[in-house]
């Protein structure tokens, strides 16, 4: 009996503390989103990265710690190459996006006056229909028997089909450009749409021509957005798989499809692991370096 | 200053084409009459659809998609509502630490996700089915649901739920009569879009289905053999004019709504 | 027991290191408009909102006739609330947001209807009930704020700046008619505003806040004719302080020496030697050509009507004394670069000791 009215009390306090701590009642919400973000995200990355310590033996693993892993994935020439060429494929694809991008935000930002809201969901509506099908897309455009060598040759254009445009580098660039078009353009325009017009205004009225004021106003007060898009489509592209299997053939290999196989044809899971963790170091070295660079570029600029 | 607008104007025009076409060839040759995907086109035939509409493992795996992207919308908005309530409505410690951390997922690469999470379900000795995919997807949905969240309920004055606790309701209460109304909008846009997500997601989903296949899996399967692209265009085509249509739902509303809650603070 | 309705007992809030109300302890009674004045940051939301319940007091209790409320959540208190924005909910009519805290109270349907419809009458909006808020004017809005609040019959009424968001004609007639109001329906006010002349207005008495502080509750008469510190003279109305020091006393008078104003003689205390601040009002200074204790000549001057405002450069004194002066048909007033004479009665003088 004692002991019941002894809990009451305490229950009684704690839910005094609850209603009285924002911080509680905070976390408390947020706490089955933090459950599943940490069994789902954090324990996971966690075993992945124990997982890159470990050995494959037959079909299970040797659990006793080693770098063996990162010394076969960084040493051997072949994945060295395809970091490498992961990253150099994401970089043009980052690029080509962002500028094909901004004069497009820019048109929407400046050049749009009632319809906005249409000429961005008309920009989005293709993001939103199946990746695998638009990746699948380019290759029945750029294949040997594809929409551009049949039609080309339909048209008596040339005579046999042009071999060069697809299963390569090439092919991938111009699928992750076409794919990832909304996360440049969404950006970039909410950073341009922010601008305060009167700065614009203020800047023809001390002096500067359409070209100066571009270069000295909106460009800098931009660069957040193009920085972000940049990040938003750098990132995830250096692990896109979908693509170079589809389009890229053996040139156009990249880090993901070599880490997927060793989860499945080859059976190398600490291989993989190790791979996979290599892969997000070295994307992240890069994100930091080039923000880095963005960043002093734009004090310069100021 | 004119000359440079109507070459923007032209250079935006190109840009559409530049989405649309590649995309419009899959309606386009669903309705070709051939097996062949190449000019020229060989006639209009609606062969494709019956062919794909009569694919028993094609329906499967669209159940399958449809059940793991309804279950994915419904938790992650659902997560993405309370997680958005508590990181907008109060002091929390550490909630700008939260919110970078629930939008890593964005971040890393869906390979890196799906084999990190297949090592987990392995060694926890999970087997791998549609519940796994689920998880998989809730994972990659719920940063996109924190946000359209946040930015609805950023959108209206905090005081209004104060108000509602002032005149007599109790926390429940003041959810149902003010902040589920007002987040309406929100949250319809918060399923439509973390649903068009999963349904169309399908490396993690490639890793951790198992035995059982989501659409997007089905159609990888299919991309294999020649005969079979005609019919897999159809339902291209298929989810094309759906997600489409999705889209506009869920950006008219979204908008709407945005405008419906200005209007509220603006006045107020 | 009346002065005790309302009871603030050394009340605190911290926000992390940042202390927003300092040992708040003060007492309201029944029927009284009492304002939280100070500008803004000075904590007087803070101490509202404690009082409402949307934040709960680090040290300190809260108490209404008696009965401890500190720790009950907002919709077990007897106050309710008009908020800054007015928090008009978007999605319901007139009606609906005057009736929302009335359906809990399960009021047959008529009842509910006839109480909604006495507060619609009360507030002079009848026939409004079907309006959406957005078609609502900003006056109409803080009507309808009020009337939801004090239809759920209040012991007290709390009001965050209610008047901020009006335009200033409207704002003064909303005055009028809020105190009206108030003095009808007999209910406790608690008034937070940073417009000092709002205050001194509406008020019975008023609580002057700053760095979460309170610095005086005083009646507005008080705070004007006796501010207990130089902040709260600063802050209300105008004023020109001066540097004294005791040179001589009579019994209870003493003789001050204050510079370049001259010397006066005042009821003060304190013993010679005394270092004091001096302040005076500027509408209790008078010019004139002829003759006065000091001489200066206009810095200054801007018509306003009824009075006119002058700065006056005084020798052995860096800021100019402002001066506040009716226009009658006598006084023609007097242009910048004249050279006049101030004069002041000793009793005008404030002495404030910091």
Same mark, same amino acid.
């Given at each position: 009996?004692?002991?019941?009215?002894?809990?009451?009390?305490?229950?009684?306090?704690?839910?005094?503390?609850?209603?009285?701590?924002?911080?509680?009642?905070?976390?408390?919400?947020?706490?089955?989103?933090?459950?599943?973000?940490?069994?789902?995200?954090?324990?996971?990355?966690?075993?992945?990265?124990?997982?890159?310590?470990?050995?494959?033996?037959?079909?299970?693993?040797?659990?006793?710690?080693?770098?063996?892993?990162?010394?076969?994935?960084?040493?051997?020439?072949?994945?060295?190459?395809?970091?490498?060429?992961?990253?150099?494929?994401?970089?043009?694809?980052?690029?080509?996006?962002?500028?094909?991008?901004? @004069?497009?935000?820019?048109?929407?930002?400046?050049?749009?006056?009632?319809?906005?809201?249409?000429?961005?969901?008309?920009?989005?509506?293709?993001?939103?229909?199946?990746?695998?099908?638009?990746?699948?897309?380019?290759?029945?455009?750029?294949?040997?028997?594809?929409?551009?060598?049949?039609?080309?040759?339909?048209?008596?254009?040339?005579?046999?089909?042009?071999?060069?445009?697809?299963?390569?580098?090439?092919?991938?660039?111009?699928?992750?450009?076409?794919?990832?078009? @909304?996360?440049?353009?969404?950006?970039?325009?909410?950073?341009?749409?922010?601008?305060?017009?009167?700065?614009?205004?203020?800047?023809?009225?001390?002096?500067?021509?359409?070209?100066?004021?571009?270069?000295?106003?909106?460009?800098?007060?931009?660069?957040?957005?193009?920085?972000?898009?940049?990040?938003?489509?750098?990132?995830?592209?250096?692990?896109?798989?979908?693509?170079?299997?589809?389009?890229?053939?053996?040139?156009?290999?990249?880090?993901?499809?070599?880490?997927?196989?060793?989860?499945?044809?080859?059976?190398?899971?600490?291989?993989?692991?190790?791979?996979?963790?290599?892969?997000?170091?070295?994307?992240?070295?890069?994100?930091?370096?080039?923000?880095?660079?963005?960043?002093?570029?734009?004090?310069?600029?100021? | 200053?004119?000359?440079?607008?109507?070459?923007? *104007?032209?250079?935006?025009?190109?840009?559409?084409?530049?989405?649309?076409?590649?995309?419009?060839?899959?309606?386009?040759?669903?309705?070709?009459?051939?097996?062949?995907?190449?000019?020229?086109?060989?006639?209009?035939?609606?062969?494709?659809?019956?062919?794909?509409?009569?694919?028993?493992?094609?329906?499967?795996?669209?159940?399958?998609?449809?059940?793991?992207?309804?279950?994915?919308?419904?938790?992650?908005?659902?997560?993405?509502?309370?997680?958005?309530?508590?990181?907008?409505?109060?002091?929390?410690?550490?909630?700008?630490?939260?919110?970078?951390?629930?939008?890593?997922?964005?971040? #890393?690469?869906? #390979?890196?996700?799906? #084999? *990190?999470?297949?090592?987990?379900?392995?060694?926890?000795?999970?087997?791998?089915?549609?519940?796994?995919?689920?998880?998989?997807?809730?994972?990659?949905?719920?940063?996109?649901?924190?946000?359209?969240?946040?930015?609805?309920?950023?959108?209206?004055?905090?005081?209004?739920?104060?108000?509602?606790?002032?005149?007599?309701?109790?926390?429940?209460?003041?959810?149902?009569?003010?902040?589920?109304?007002?987040?309406?909008?929100? #949250?319809?846009?918060?399923?439509?879009?973390?649903?068009?997500?999963?349904?169309?997601?399908?490396?993690?989903?490639?890793?951790?289905?198992?035995?059982?296949?989501?659409?997007?899996?089905?159609?990888?399967?299919?991309?294999?053999?020649?005969?079979?692209?005609?019919?897999?265009?159809?339902?291209?085509?298929?989810?094309?004019?759906?997600?489409?249509?999705?889209?506009?739902?869920?950006?008219?509303?979204?908008?709407?709504?945005?405008?419906?809650?200005?209007?509220?603070?603006?006045?107020? | 027991?009346?002065?005790?309705?309302?009871?603030?007992?050394?009340?605190?809030?911290?926000?992390?290191?940042?202390?927003?109300?300092?040992?708040?302890?003060?007492?309201?009674?029944?029927?009284?408009?009492?304002?939280?004045?100070?500008?803004?940051?000075?904590?007087?939301?803070?101490?509202?909102?404690?009082?409402?319940?949307?934040?709960?007091?680090?040290?300190?209790?809260?108490?209404?006739?008696?009965?401890?409320?500190?720790?009950?959540?907002?919709?077990?208190?007897?106050?309710?609330?008009?908020?800054?924005?007015?928090?008009?909910?978007?999605?319901?009519?007139?009606?609906?947001?005057?009736?929302?805290?009335?359906?809990?109270?399960?009021?047959?349907?008529?009842?509910?209807?006839?109480?909604?419809?006495?507060?619609?009458?009360?507030?002079?909006?009848?026939?409004?009930?079907?309006?959406?808020? =957005?078609?609502?004017?900003?006056?109409?809005?803080?009507?309808?704020?009020?009337?939801?609040?004090?239809?759920?019959?209040?012991?007290?009424?709390?009001? =965050?700046?209610?008047?901020?968001?009006? =335009?200033?004609?409207?704002?003064?007639?909303?005055?009028?008619?809020?105190?009206?109001?108030?003095?009808?329906?007999?209910?406790?006010?608690?008034?937070?505003?940073?417009?000092?002349?709002?205050?001194?207005?509406?008020?019975?008495?008023?609580?002057?806040?700053?760095?979460?502080?309170?610095?005086?509750?005083?009646?507005?008469?008080?705070?004007?004719?006796?501010?207990?510190?130089?902040?709260?003279?600063?802050?209300?109305?105008?004023?020109?302080?001066?540097?004294?020091?005791?040179?001589?006393?009579?019994?209870?008078?003493?003789?001050?020496?204050?510079?370049?104003?001259?010397?006066?003689?005042?009821?003060?205390?304190?013993?010679?030697?005394?270092?004091?601040?001096?302040?005076?009002?500027?509408?209790?200074?008078?010019?004139?050509?002829?003759?006065?204790?000091?001489?200066?000549?206009?810095?200054?001057?801007?018509?306003?009507?009824?009075?006119?405002?002058?700065?006056?450069?005084?020798?052995?004194?860096?800021?100019?004394?402002?001066?506040?002066?009716?226009?009658?048909?006598?006084?023609?007033?007097?242009?910048?670069?004249?050279?006049?004479?101030?004069?002041?009665?000793?009793?005008?003088?404030?002495?404030?000791?910091?």
């Amino acid at each position: 009996m004692r002991v019941k009215v002894a809990m009451g009390g305490v229950t009684a306090r704690l839910a005094r503390f609850y209603r009285r701590s924002e911080g509680a009642r905070g976390l408390a919400l947020l706490s089955p989103t933090m459950i599943i973000m940490v069994a789902a995200l954090a324990a996971p990355l966690a075993l992945l990265t124990l997982y890159s310590f470990w050995t494959q033996a037959g079909y299970g693993v040797d659990t006793t710690l080693t770098l063996a892993q990162y010394a076969d994935s960084l040493g051997r020439p072949t994945y060295r190459a395809l970091f490498y060429r992961s990253i150099e494929i994401s970089a043009a694809v980052t690029l080509i996006t962002v500028l094909l991008a901004y @004069p497009m935000a820019y048109f929407v930002a400046f050049g749009v006056e009632k319809s906005k809201f249409i000429w961005l969901i008309l920009l989005t509506i293709p993001f939103w229909t199946s990746y695998l099908l638009r990746i699948f897309a380019w290759k029945l455009i750029l294949g040997y028997n594809g929409v551009i060598n049949s039609g080309l040759m339909s048209l008596g254009l040339i005579h046999a089909p042009l071999e060069f445009l697809l299963y390569n580098p090439f092919a991938v660039v111009v699928a992750l450009a076409h794919a990832w078009a @909304p996360f440049a353009i969404l950006p970039i325009y909410v950073s341009l749409e922010k601008i305060d017009r009167s700065l614009l205004e203020a800047a023809s009225d001390l002096g500067d021509g359409p070209v100066r004021r571009f270069l000295r106003v909106t460009l800098p007060l931009s660069l957040p957005g193009v920085i972000g898009a940049a990040v938003l489509i750098f990132v995830p592209t250096t692990g896109d798989y979908v693509t170079p299997a589809l389009v890229g053939g053996s040139g156009g290999v990249m880090i993901a499809n070599v880490i997927e196989e060793q989860f499945d044809k080859v059976g190398n899971w600490p291989l993989g692991a190790a791979l996979a963790i290599a892969s997000m170091a070295a994307v992240g070295i890069a994100t930091l370096l080039f923000t880095g660079a963005m960043r002093a570029a734009a004090r310069r600029i100021h | 200053m004119r000359r440079s607008r109507i070459g923007l *104007s032209l250079y935006a025009v190109a840009y559409l084409a530049f989405l649309y076409v590649p995309v419009l060839f899959l309606p386009l040759f669903s309705f070709n009459n051939s097996v062949f995907i190449a000019f020229p086109l060989n006639g209009f035939t609606t062969q494709w659809y019956g062919q794909m509409l009569a694919d028993s493992a094609m329906l499967h795996a669209l159940r399958n998609s449809l059940e793991v992207g309804a279950i994915t919308a419904a938790v992650s908005t659902l997560l993405g509502l309370l997680a958005a309530k508590a990181l907008t409505r109060y002091r929390v410690p550490g909630g700008g630490a939260v919110l970078a951390f629930t939008s890593l997922p964005l971040f #890393i690469p869906d #390979i890196v996700l799906g #084999i *990190s999470l297949l090592i987990l379900l392995n060694l926890a000795g999970v087997p791998l089915s549609l519940v796994t995919v689920i998880a998989g997807h809730c994972l990659i949905c719920i940063p996109f649901a924190i946000t359209v969240l946040m930015s609805r309920l950023d959108g209206f004055d905090k005081s209004l739920e104060e108000a509602s606790l002032d005149l007599g309701e109790n926390g429940w209460m003041t959810f149902w009569r003010v902040t589920f109304p007002l987040a309406l909008p929100g #949250i319809i846009s918060s399923l439509l879009l973390t649903f068009i997500v999963s349904f169309d997601e399908f490396l993690i989903a490639y890793f951790l289905a198992g035995s059982e296949a989501t659409l997007p899996i089905y159609i990888w399967g299919q991309l294999r053999f020649p005969y079979k692209l005609p019919a897999v265009l159809a339902l291209g085509a298929l989810i094309l004019v759906a997600s489409a249509i999705l889209v506009v739902i869920a950006e008219w509303v979204r908008n709407h709504g945005i405008k419906d809650g200005k209007r509220a603070v603006v006045g107020a | 027991m009346s002065e005790d309705f309302l009871r603030i007992a050394h009340v605190s809030k911290r926000f992390g290191g940042v202390t927003a109300v300092d040992d708040a302890d003060l007492a309201i009674a029944r029927g009284e408009f009492f304002s939280l004045l100070g500008p803004s940051g000075c904590g007087k939301t803070t101490l509202l909102r404690m009082i409402a319940g949307f934040e709960y007091p680090s040290a300190g209790d809260i108490f209404v006739e008696g009965a401890r409320i500190t720790d009950l959540p907002p919709n077990q208190r007897p106050s309710n609330m008009v908020f800054q924005s007015y928090a008009i909910f978007p999605h319901l009519n007139v009606f609906d947001n005057i009736a929302y805290g009335l359906r809990k109270a399960k009021l047959k349907r008529a009842e509910l209807r006839k109480r909604v419809e006495d507060a619609l009458a009360m507030i002079k909006l009848d026939g409004f009930g079907a309006r959406r808020a =957005d078609q609502l004017s900003g006056g109409q809005r803080q009507r309808v704020a009020l009337a939801r609040a004090l239809v759920q019959r209040p012991k007290v009424l709390l009001l =965050d700046e209610p008047l901020g968001a009006l =335009d200033k004609r409207l704002r003064e007639a909303m005055q009028i008619e809020l105190r009206q109001l108030q003095k009808s329906v007999g209910i406790t006010f608690v008034f937070v505003t940073h417009d000092q002349e709002e205050a001194l207005a509406l008020s019975d008495r008023v609580a002057v806040m700053s760095g979460g502080r309170i610095l005086q509750i005083a009646s507005p008469r008080e705070l004007y004719e006796a501010p207990n510190c130089r902040e709260v003279a600063d802050f209300i109305g105008e004023i020109n302080f001066f540097d004294g020091v005791v040179r001589a006393r009579d019994g209870e008078r003493a003789t001050l020496d204050a510079g370049a104003a001259g010397t006066m003689t005042v009821a003060a205390p304190d013993a010679a030697g005394t270092k004091l601040l001096l302040a005076l009002r500027p509408e209790k200074i008078s010019l004139s050509a002829a003759g006065g204790r000091v001489a200066g000549t206009v810095a200054a001057a801007a018509y306003l009507g009824e009075r006119s405002h002058y700065n006056i450069r005084i020798a052995g004194r860096d800021a100019p004394v402002s001066v506040a002066a009716q226009n009658t048909a006598a006084q023609a007033g007097h242009k910048v670069g004249e050279a006049v004479h101030l004069d002041w009665s000793d009793d005008a003088v404030l002495i404030l000791r910091s």
